[in-house]
């Protein structure tokens, strides 16, 4: 049994390889991608243009003005004469904001009057204008704590654990070790049987003293070693080019990545047997795929989700990789919180492995 | 002979497109591609991505159980915010950080009311510890930390019969979208992903079919010259996504109450210019790959994941260095990321939409042009 199945997961791993195209993809997008994405990947706000009206002669909304000027979030500080042209300038996305000071803002200062400056930000860039908007509220405190000095009655010392400076890239590496060796495992897998079927050799395999069962391992095999061998490519690059701290326990990662691969690889097997062309199974594997990554975390925080949603992240494999992956790379998370994240992956490879199973088993009779 | 050419080929065009069409229709994984699909999307789009944080999990560590600390440890209690509970010692604190059960914790020290009341001794401090592993989160816990810690300190100040009144203040006004719903960003953001989805990823496997079941052989023995072969395989997707995009707008307004500002007019000339360098890369890429597996892997990495992280969509592209900044330029999403926010929440300002639809068909003619010339009709 042993034999027959190696020599299938032989023969599919020869299928997959043999095409130097085949091998190319498995190895340069991925890399490209960890590189492109990771410099891409920033939630700073840099390099933007701003527009400012000062309307003020005084002492104070020069002032305000020079400080914007000086602060290196800004690429280009343009000033406007009028309010007319903040319009335009918002509208055609020249600036992401622009900042109006009022004729009597320096009056106001100096008359112990607050006196209030406006920012117009623009709010199809959302995310951008708000992180922006922070910005330029610090650096209004701080003409202001000029203006008016007083003592400092209260301050929030800020420490950020497990990645003191905020590096994004510290979150986006591990995290894209989990995603694209999914992503790899699932569209090999998921593609095993159909092209098989659509190519019609399908039925040859079925005349041939393999087993439904061992076909199946055989058609799982390739994609687990392949998603495997990224995952642990991207984990070497991580530490190694990335510089990236790993400061938890290597065994207890590739633990969790073993059942993360069966769980997903699951998903790829049932896809695929429920499929007749690889064009249905490619938009099976996409319809899962896109909701592992957007329910996982990666892109928005969980908790934000409506609670129903919330809920249903929970059969997400992603979910629970991603905890382990972080949780090792950066927060040395313990044996048990590992664990207690790894065992949601063996339920969930429990569940679709042989749902897998009985499908597979059902198309193929 | 030379009168009828002109009408051969749209015959010969007609009839391979009707050909791909009846393919396509017949297929029951069509109606799933073209409605079901994006819809799904969309609506995973609209409810599972907010950066709108509610309920942030916060602990609270006090060590001193003085009138002022339990004051401030309310404060956070009740901010609407934070989900926060107290923590008997830092150290239980600070496992519920590893393990994920908090996003942060705060430390109100033994002397903070001390040196609150005492004058001269500088600021009274806390400590705001969040977990730095998810970099977003943990500058959302500082910020708003710092801003419940800011308006307690005016009210106390306030108390005690100090002035607190900030010498200047800023007003923000979001335009386009007041309330800064981030519903309005990533639904139009997220339309252009799902159209990249359509627009690429079907068309990338087309080709690629025909070249591994050996079906394009066949054509390659009839008149049929590659240009028409080429404009037979695009014209029934073209009018698939243009389905896929007009369901995607109604739900965008009708479920999501995403304001459409724009024309028509405006949104139909954005599409049709975003599908041509969509579809040209699909072509592109199954005319390259010639094998379904490379194919889908190819569309993956080239047109998802690019339309995803590198369009705007959820990265600020003035943000990211230089050379990165040069590769978006060629990601054909950027430009319907752009139009189509716009063209929602703005209206039609030409100024923008103008230039994108020029990029974008200055983009779809080159991607069009390198998949007619890799596909040969020829038997390599």
Not at chain 2, 27 to 35: E, K, M, Q, T
Not at chain 2, 236 to 263: D, E, I, K, Q
Not at chain 2, 279 to 285: E, P, R
Not at chain 2, 306 to 322: H, V, W, Y
Request: charged residues 15%; aromatic residues 10%.
């Amino acid at each position: 049994m042993w034999a027959r199945i190696l020599s299938l997961i032989t023969k599919e791993l020869l299928a997959l390889l043999r095409d130097p195209r085949g091998r190319m993809v498995l190895i340069a997008p991925p890399l490209i991608q960890l590189f492109v994405f990771t410099f891409a990947a920033t939630l700073e706000v840099r390099n933007v243009d701003i527009a400012i009206v000062n309307l003020d002669q005084g002492r104070w909304g020069r002032e305000l003005v020079s400080r914007i000027d000086a602060a290196p979030t800004f690429d280009e500080v343009i000033s406007l004469a009028s309010i007319g042209e903040i319009a335009p300038a918002i509208d055609s996305r020249r600036v992401l904001a622009a900042i109006e000071i009022p004729q009597d803002f320096s009056r106001e200062i100096e008359a112990g009057r607050p006196a209030r400056a406006q920012i117009i930000l623009d709010g199809r860039r959302a995310n951008a204008s708000q992180i922006l908007f922070g910005y330029v509220n610090r650096i209004v405190g701080a003409v202001g704590a000029e203006a008016r000095p007083r003592p400092l009655l209260t301050e929030g010392i800020v420490r950020h654990w497990f990645n003191p400076n905020l590096i994004y890239r510290w979150f986006m590496v591990p995290a894209l070790v989990a995603i694209i060796s999914m992503l790899t495992g699932i569209v090999v897998t998921t593609l095993s049987v159909a092209r098989e079927r659509e190519l019609g050799t399908f039925d040859q395999l079925l005349v041939s003293p393999l087993t439904p069962l061992e076909i199946m391992i055989g058609k799982i095999a390739p994609g687990f070693l392949i998603g495997a061998a990224q995952g642990t490519l991207f984990i070497g690059l991580a530490v190694f080019v990335f510089a990236i701290p790993l400061s938890g326990s290597l065994p207890l990662l590739y633990v969790a990545m073993v059942f993360f691969l069966a769980a997903v690889l699951g998903v790829g097997l049932f896809i695929s047997s429920i499929s007749s062309t690889q064009q249905q199974a490619i938009i099976g594997a996409f319809a899962f795929i896109a909701p592992a990554i957007m329910l996982s975390g990666f892109g928005a925080p969980i908790e934000n989700m409506p609670g129903w949603l919330q809920v249903f992240t929970l059969i997400n494999p992603l979910r629970h990789f991603l905890v382990v992956v972080h949780g090792v790379f950066l927060k040395d998370m313990p044996a048990l919180e590992i664990l207690a994240n790894t065992y949601p992956l063996v339920i969930i490879a429990a569940v679709t492995l042989p749902a897998a199973a009985w499908m597979f088993r059902a198309r193929t009779q | 002979m030379n009168a009828a050419r002109p009408h051969g080929a749209f015959s010969r065009i007609a009839a391979l497109a009707r050909k791909e069409s009846k393919q396509i229709w017949r297929d029951p994984s069509s109606a799933v591609i073209v409605l079901f699909l994006p819809l799904f999307l969309l609506f995973l789009f609209g409810y599972g991505i907010s950066l709108d944080a509610a309920s942030v999990r916060i602990g609270i560590v006090i060590e001193e159980r003085e009138p002022d600390a339990e004051s401030l440890a309310n404060a956070y209690l009740t901010a609407p915010d934070f989900a926060a509970r107290i923590y008997e010692s830092q150290a239980l604190a600070e496992v519920a950080l590893q393990a994920n059960r908090l996003r942060g914790f705060l430390v109100i020290p033994s002397d903070f009311s001390q040196r609150l009341r005492a004058r001269g001794s500088g600021p009274a401090q806390i400590y705001i510890i969040t977990d730095g592993s998810q970099p977003n989160t943990a500058e959302i816990v500082a910020n708003y930390s710092q801003g419940v810690l800011g308006a307690w300190t005016t009210q106390f100040a306030r108390d005690q019969g100090l002035s607190a009144e900030p010498a200047l203040t800023i007003e923000p006004r979001f335009w386009f979208n007041e309330d800064l719903r981030t519903r309005y960003n990533l639904v139009p953001g997220s339309i252009a992903l799902v159209m990249t989805i359509i627009g690429t990823l079907l068309t990338a496997l087309v080709m690629a079919r025909e070249w591994e079941r050996g079906t394009l052989e066949a054509v390659f023995a009839t008149p049929v010259t590659s240009l028409e072969l080429l404009a037979s395989k695009l014209i029934p997707y073209f009018l698939l996504a243009l389905a896929t995009m007009a369901a995607c707008v109604l739900a965008a307004v009708f479920l999501f109450g995403v304001p459409f500002r724009g024309s028509f007019l405006a949104i139909l000339a954005l599409t049709a210019a975003f599908l041509a360098p969509a579809l040209g890369q699909g072509l592109l890429i199954s005319s390259a790959a010639k094998n379904q597996f490379v194919a889908s892997q190819l569309a993956l990495f080239s047109g998802f994941l690019p339309a995803m992280l590198l369009s705007g969509f959820m990265f600020e592209i003035d943000s990211m260095p230089a050379p990165i900044q040069a590769i978006t330029t060629i990601v054909p999403a950027r430009y319907f990321v752009s139009g189509l926010q716009t063209v929602f929440l703005a209206g039609d300002v030409w100024s923008v939409l103008l230039p994108a639809i020029a990029k974008m068909l200055g983009l779809g003619a080159v991607m069009l042009f390198f998949a007619w010339r890799l596909t040969p009709k020829r038997i390599a």
